[in-house]
């Protein structure tokens, strides 16, 4: 993010955003997603690419669907509302397919992200 521009969606707003469109979900694709939808102000990269979401299984704790909102703020600060709305929805239907994935007994999403970096 630029220093002294503000993003043009703020955390509350993003948050709320992420609310309508997670509400929007029926409940049989969020089954066993214990840790449910959570969402950090925190930036997460991977070199030089953005993580706006991401799932996260552990036999122990559960599993999980974070969003990194200053990601989210980095990647889209110049954007409008209608952008940061369609990101957000990719991001969550993303992660959610690969929750369901994952409760089918396959991982086909992680095996195209890895074929698509090749």
Not at 4 to 11: E, Q, R, Y
Not at 14 to 28: C, N
Not at 63 to 87: C, P, R, T
């Amino acid at each position: 993010m630029s220093k002294g521009k503000s993003p043009a969606l703020s955390i509350d707003s993003f948050t709320e955003m992420a609310g309508r469109i997670i509400d929007g979900i029926p409940d049989r694709f969020t089954r066993d997603l214990n840790g449910g939808f959570n969402i950090t102000e925190d930036c997460k990269k991977d070199g030089d690419y953005f993580i706006m979401g991401e799932y996260i299984a552990d036999d122990l704790m559960g599993s999980v669907i974070m969003l990194y909102y200053g990601s989210f703020a980095a990647l889209l600060e110049d954007k409008g509302v209608e952008q940061w709305e369609g990101e957000l929805k990719e991001t969550i239907l993303h992660e959610l397919r690969h929750h369901v994935e994952i409760m089918a007994g396959v991982d086909y999403l992680s095996e195209e992200e890895k074929a698509g970096l090749d």
